[in-house]
Every structure is written in structure tokens, then in C-alpha cells.
């Protein structure tokens, strides 16, 4: 199971960190990230991170967002720093294992002055 929160409401230029702890069994080899889907578009892979760490980050957001996770936690950050209206979708944090993908309930952001 994986819960998801930090979404809401900033304005155009302010940051945001979102975190998904992920509970029940969990395989040491993983990879954990997130996903975003605005109203009426696919839902784009925005970051992962390896269980070693070793990141993939979108060209849209390099840059701009950090992502990062505690092994210890089971949790996996995104910090997003100056970001723009077009940031603004339904954030799904997920995690792949020897057993599969499983996702969080998605949290909104909304970038809006």
C-alpha cells in the first residue's frame, strides 16, 4: 500500500514536497518515482530513484524538482521548487518490485496565482 500527501494550492514560483510511504512487504530491489496526470492528458513519469539511488528525472522538471527517498522509511520525496501552472496535475507516487507495480491514490497540485 502506498499513501501519498504534500499536494495543494501554490502560487507560480513557490515549492512543494510531496511524500508516499509505502507499507506491507517490500522488496529491498525496487524503484519508486512518480507519475502526473493533468486533466485530459496521459499520465507522464515525472521521477524515479533506485533502491541504490540512481535517478531518472523528466526533462520538464530537471532542474526544478529533486527527487530522493529513505530506505529506512520506505518513503520517496519529490521536492518541486518554481513551479509554473503547467505543473499542476494529480500526482501518483509508485513503486515496482519482484512482484509489480503498485500505486499510491494520487495527490493534487494546483499552480495558480
Known amino acids: 500500500q502506498l499513501q501519498a500527501s504534500g499536494g495543494g494550492l501554490v502560487q507560480p514560483g513557490g515549492s512543494l514536497r510531496l511524500s508516499c510511504v509505502a507499507s506491507?512487504?517490500?522488496?529491498?530491489?525496487?524503484?519508486m518515482g512518480w507519475y502526473r496526470q493533468a486533466p485530459g492528458k496521459r499520465r507522464d513519469l515525472v521521477a524515479s530513484?533506485?533502491?541504490?539511488?540512481?535517478?531518472n528525472i523528466a526533462h520538464s522538471v530537471k532542474g526544478r524538482f529533486t527527487i530522493s527517498r529513505d530506505n529506512a522509511k520506505n518513503t520517496v520525496y519529490l521536492e518541486m521548487s518554481s513551479l509554473r501552472p503547467e505543473d499542476t496535475a494529480v500526482y501518483y507516487c509508485?513503486?515496482?518490485?519482484?512482484?509489480?507495480?503498485?500505486w499510491g491514490q494520487g495527490t493534487q497540485v494546483t499552480v495558480s496565482s
Open positions: 506491507g512487504t517490500i522488496f529491498s530491489f525496487n524503484v
Open positions: 530513484i533506485t533502491h541504490i539511488g540512481s535517478t
Open positions: 509508485y513503486i515496482i518490485d519482484n512482484l509489480g507495480t503498485y
